[in-house]
C-alpha cells in the first residue's frame, strides 16, 4: 500500500493543533539543509548546531506570522539565513573586509583586460571537489567571503537556490543578487586558480 506522505502546508497545520510527531518529521525533513547551509557559512560545527536550534526555534515562534505567500521551504531558508548572520556578526575574529574584497575582485578583472589567463577550475568542479583536500580550500575559500557575498554564494551555488529564491529569502532584487553572485564567483576563482591548477597556494 503506497504511503502518503504529507506536505508541508499539512504537517504546519498540524504543528498549530500541537501535534508533536508532525513538528519532528518536519524537523528531520530540514535540518540537515539548515545545518549544511549554517556551516557553509560559519564554518564551524559548533556554531550550526546553534544555528539549527535557534532556528526551529525561531519558527515555533514565528509560525502564526508565516502566511504562505512563499513556500515554507523558503521560509525557513530565510530564517536560517537570518540565524547564521546574526552568529557570524558576534564572533570575534577579523574577516575580510568588503573593500579588501572589491580591491581582489577589481584586481582579477584588471588581470582579465590584460590578457592574464586565470585557470579554469570550474570546468569539472563536483570530480575535484569529492577530494577532501579540494573541498577544504573551497571551504578556507568561502569562509573569506564578507557576509553580504558568502550568503548569496551560499544559498545559489552550493544550495541550489535559484536566483529569484535568494533574492525572497534576503530581501534583495534578482539583479542584486546576481551582482554579488558574479563578484563572489571571481574572488573564489581567483583565490583557487593556483590550488586547482597544481600549484597550491601556501597558506
Not at 558568502?150 to 543578487?177: K, Q
Amino acid at each position: 500500500m503506497e504511503v502518503l506522505v504529507p506536505t508541508d502546508t499539512e504537517l504546519l497545520e498540524r504543528i498549530r493543533k500541537g501535534d508533536s510527531d508532525a513538528l519532528e518529521l518536519l524537523v528531520s525533513r530540514y535540518e540537515d539543509r539548515v545545518y549544511n547551509l549554517a556551516y557553509r557559512m560559519l564554518g564551524n560545527r559548533e556554531d550550526a548546531e546553534d544555528v539549527l536550534q535557534d532556528t526551529f526555534m525561531n519558527v515555533i515562534r514565528s509560525l502564526d506570522s508565516f502566511q504562505g505567500r512563499s513556500s515554507f521551504s523558503t521560509w525557513l531558508y530565510r530564517v536560517a539565513a537570518n540565524a547564521a548572520l546574526t552568529k557570524l556578526r558576534q564572533r570575534s575574529k577579523r574577516e575580510k573586509s568588503e573593500s579588501e574584497f572589491l580591491d581582489d575582485v577589481y584586481s582579477v578583472k584588471e588581470q582579465a583586460h590584460a590578457g592574464v589567463k586565470l585557470t579554469d577550475w570550474s570546468a569539472n568542479p563536483i570530480n575535484q571537489l569529492l577530494n577532501e583536500e579540494a573541498q577544504n580550500q573551497m571551504d578556507k575559500a568561502i569562509d573569506e567571503l564578507p557576509e553580504i557575498y558568502r550568503v548569496v554564494f551560499v544559498l545559489r551555488d552550493v544550495e541550489g537556490l535559484p536566483a529569484s529564491d535568494v533574492a525572497d529569502i534576503l530581501g534583495l532584487s534578482v539583479a542584486a543578487v546576481k551582482s554579488r553572485l558574479h563578484r563572489a564567483r571571481l574572488y573564489l576563482r581567483n583565490r583557487l586558480s593556483a590550488y586547482f591548477s597544481g600549484e597550491a597556494q601556501a597558506p
